[in-house]
């Protein structure tokens, strides 16, 4: 099956700066990737898209100059959240589909835990 | 913009009983589909059953099937069999089949759900 990896797992960074997330797809090109927010015991939520070459889509109230994303190659995609505060503290999650069509199927990694002191 | 709701917050079956989680929506579109996921305690998002909307009958996998309400918009999930290893978040979710690549999924709240021994 496909498998979708992200790194780092955990990671701890102090107020105001910055941490890079890693999505990558392992045995298959992910055209579109998406990023996820997951709140204690809430819901996920979109934040934005990204296509392979193109500029990332983002959510209404998303920053996007806060949280920078790149999808520079069809097995890669980061999300940065820049000039990190406590309130950014949050379950990371990525998905990445094999195509642009909505038939394909979105396939999950297994989360960043982003804590900032 | 779609919505996608669960009533229920928590759940709590006998091991080896049937349960029905509860998930409606709201969209002012035709074709799309339709999801249930998994998310046990290593917040590992799992796929249980997909749906499409322009399908009418229900989908099934092994002991989980859905009943699909398209004019009610209505999607529940039962388990059958229910077994210890089914303990877990529930999420109900929706994705555009407009394509495009901005159509993440929209989840619901979840339910938690609690199987006893």
């Known amino acids: 099956g496909a498998v979708v990896s992200q790194h780092p797992s955990r990671v701890i960074c102090k107020s105001g700066t910055s941490v890079k997330i890693e999505c990558r797809s392992l045995?298959?090109?992910?055209?579109?990737m998406f990023w996820y927010r997951q709140f204690p015991k809430k819901s996920l939520m979109l934040m934005a898209t990204?296509?392979?070459?193109?500029?990332?889509?983002?959510e209404q109230g998303v920053e996007k100059d806060k949280f920078l994303i790149n999808h520079a190659s069809l097995t890669l995609s980061t999300l940065t959240v820049t000039s990190a505060h406590p309130e950014d503290s949050s379950f990371y999650i990525c998905?990445?589909?094999?195509?642009?069509?909505?038939?394909?199927?979105?396939?999950f990694g297994p989360g960043t835990r982003l804590t900032v002191t | 913009a779609q919505t996608v709701t669960q009533s229920q917050p928590e759940m709590s079956v006998q091991e080896a009983e049937t349960v029905t989680l509860s998930c409606t929506y709201d969209?002012?579109?035709?074709?799309?589909?339709l999801f249930w996921y998994k998310q046990p305690p290593s917040r590992q998002m799992i796929l249980v059953i997909r749906?499409?909307?322009?399908?009418?009958q229900n989908a099934t996998e092994n002991r989980f099937s859905v009943n699909f309400q398209k004019a009610a918009k209505s999607f529940s999930l039962k388990i059958s069999d229910s077994q210890l290893g089914d303990a877990a978040m529930y999420f109900c979710?929706?994705?555009?089949?407009?394509?495009?690549?901005?159509?993440?999924?929209?989840f619901g709240k979840g339910t938690h759900l609690i199987i006893q021994p």
């Open positions: 998905s990445a589909r094999l195509g642009r069509s909505g038939s394909y199927e979105q396939y």
């Open positions: 045995d298959f090109q992910a055209t579109t």
């Open positions: 990204s296509n392979e070459g193109s500029k990332a889509t983002y």
């Open positions: 969209t002012s579109e035709s074709d799309y589909y």
């Open positions: 749906q499409e909307a322009y399908k009418q």
């Open positions: 979710a929706y994705r555009s089949a407009s394509g495009g690549g901005a159509d993440g999924l929209t």
